[in-house]
């Protein structure tokens, strides 16, 4: 099929523009129309890029190897699924295939940077891993459309979810804040709950999910049936419990007896870089889970900190590194950093983190392990100021 | 509410009592002000809401998500 046909027949807007030809496409189009397009581009001598919304385009060839992908996908998903069935291993799929940008104060209408113009393109966030919450839709809406569920975009001020049209009534999806769960194989937190019950769950939190006119006809998918309809995806055991392997090897590491809370939680890391390598690399899902399994094993959230950081040479701060504090009782001030390349924790001793990372440039807030640095670490402005109080 | 208003009138002898109900825009103008409340909040914790809605709710025990 060329392109003249692919035009007459859908609705698609192509721009010559100099020496290549820029596709920008519906986000809700049929299987077989991404499959005509895949060869048009694949056929095309010219340069191509590909955009489903008006920022971001994808390359030629990431729009051909995120296809791949999709296809992959699509491909897994029995035709006899119920839409209930689909969209639940859509959503879950997220968490496997997405990861959150982990910026600090990451603004995806910053045309400034570069990440909003990858992280909002379909075919660009699935070649790279990352997206934000209305690409995570994005991606979403794109594939259930080709397995014939229809999805409508819902957005609040800050916040982008799903709604999706079931057999039995509208269900809510909302695959971004479910990207931990899905990954690390927990219960979906935010699929097929009602808006009233979403609203209670953030509340005194966010407001994310606030909106002027809440979706009509949305139908709650109880515990049980939401149980079985993972179960029948291979999510949960005999007793319909979701898998969540990171659970129970805490519940190995707690039940050894440690000389201290500090060998308990090495124990933990160690544990953790070599049974969730892949995980470990989806940075801000990976930085929540941390935080709920030091809470599972007793460690108070006062006593935690995490943060992403960014070593001095990082002018852009383009590669942020997830750090980890855990205040101990001997008073030992190290930090651990997540090194992906060695896929490992590193302790590194407070004064030397000091000499060696920072926080994001945009952070104005006081990093955290200033409190731990000697006196004598102070930076000279603040010296200055302690002299001018005196 | 027609009791209230008996007991009181007995008390005070007068019969045109009416009780006055919160007005709706008081309670708007309590809802919007929670809600600034909670920017507020949200904003102090800017790293973990980047605006996106990305906002970690932490009190979640990993038990109930087995």
New interface residues.
């Given amino acids: 099929m060329d392109i003249e046909e692919l035009k007459r027949n859908h609705e698609m807007k192509v721009d010559e523009l100099g020496k290549f030809t820029r596709i920008q496409v519906r986000e809700d189009e049929d299987n077989a129309f991404y499959q005509n397009l895949a060869e048009y581009i694949k056929s095309c001598d010219r340069e191509v890029s590909v955009a489903n919304t008006i920022i971001g385009n994808a390359s030629k060839e990431e729009f051909l190897q995120a296809e791949e992908i999709i296809q992959e996908i699509v491909k897994d998903i029995n035709p006899d699924w119920t839409k209930k069935q689909k969209a639940a291993y859509v959503h879950y799929e997220m968490g496997k295939r997405i990861s ?1 940008v982990p ?6 209408s910053d045309l400034g940077s570069k990440l909003p113009k990858n992280v909002k393109n379909i075919w660009k966030s699935i070649v790279e891993g990352q997206s ?3 690409g995570v839709t994005a991606i979403e809406r794109n594939i259930l459309s080709r397995v014939g569920v229809s999805t409508r975009e819902i957005s ?1 001020k ?3 979810f799903l709604l999706v049209e079931t057999e039995e009534g509208n269900i809510i999806s909302d695959a ?2 479910d990207l931990k ?1 899905s990954l690390y194989g ?2 979906p ?1 935010y699929f097929g709950k009602t808006y009233e019950q979403v609203r209670e ?2 509340k ?7 909106l002027e006119n809440p979706p009509e006809n949305v139908i709650e998918i109880p515990d049980k049936e939401l149980r079985e309809i993972f179960h029948s995806l291979g999510y949960t055991d005999e007793d319909r ?2 898998l ?1 392997p ?2 129970y090897k ?1 519940q190995e590491i707690k039940d050894k007896e440690h000389d201290s809370q500090e060998e308990m939680i090495d124990e933990f890391l160690d544990m953790f870089t070599q049974d969730f390598s892949e995980e470990a690399m989806h940075l ?1 899902e990976t930085r ?1 889970m941390l ?3 030091m ?2 094993m007793g460690i108070s ?1 006062k006593d935690l900190t995490t ?2 950081v960014y070593q001095k040479s990082d002018e852009e701060c383009e590669k942020p590194l997830l750090s980890l504090f855990v205040k101990n009782e001997q008073g030992r001030n190290e930090i651990k950093l997540l090194d992906i390349d060695e896929m490992q924790f590193k302790g590194i001793d407070v004064i030397d983190f000091d000499k060696e990372y920072k926080p994001h440039d945009l ?1 104005t ?1 006081q990093p955290f392990w200033k409190q731990y640095l000697p006196q004598m670490e102070k930076t000279y402005r603040e010296n200055e100021m302690e002299e001018k109080t005196n | 509410m027609e009791w209230l208003i008996k007991i009181i009138q007995k008390l005070f002898k007068k019969d045109k009592i009416k009780l006055i109900e919160e007005p709706k825009n008081i309670q708007k103008t309590k809802e919007q002000r929670n ?1 600034f409340i ?2 507020l ?2 904003n102090a914790d ?2 973990r ?10 009190n ?7």
Wanted: glycine fraction near 6%; proline fraction near 1%; hydrophobic fraction near 30%.
């Fill in positions: 959150y910026d600090f104060k990451f603004r995806g934000i919450c209305d609040s800050t916040h982008s971004t804040w769960n927990s219960k937190m769950i953030e005194g939190q966010s407001n994310a999910h606030k419990k979701f969540f990171m659970y805490i801000s929540n935080e709920g399994a809470n599972e959230s943060k992403f952070d807030v | 809600d909670l920017d909040v949200q800017s790293e809401d980047d605006r996106n809605g990305y906002k970690i709710i932490p979640i025990q990993l038990k109930d998500m087995l």
